[in-house]
């Protein structure tokens, strides 16, 4: 399998946090005058636990794991 990139992030995709929450993927944000992209995830035990991460931390493997369908 070819490896796991920015550009393969799309609404609606898990990832296990390494503390065991597993968050969805809401949206893809690029903040005006950044470069780096960012996340919107939405914690799938209490919809209302959101946070806003970069794409580069959401591929860290250290901190996130895709969660396969």
Do not use: C, Y
Request: glycine letters at 4%.
């Amino acid at each position: 399998m070819a490896k796991f990139t920015a550009d393969d992030i799309v609404p609606g995709q898990r990832f296990e946090q390494r503390q065991g929450f597993i968050w969805r993927v809401a949206r893809l944000i690029q903040f005006p005058g950044e470069d780096a992209k960012h996340v919107q995830l939405i914690n799938e035990r209490d919809a209302s636990s959101t946070k806003t991460v970069s794409v580069s931390a959401l591929l860290d493997r250290n901190l996130f794991k895709l969660v396969e369908k």
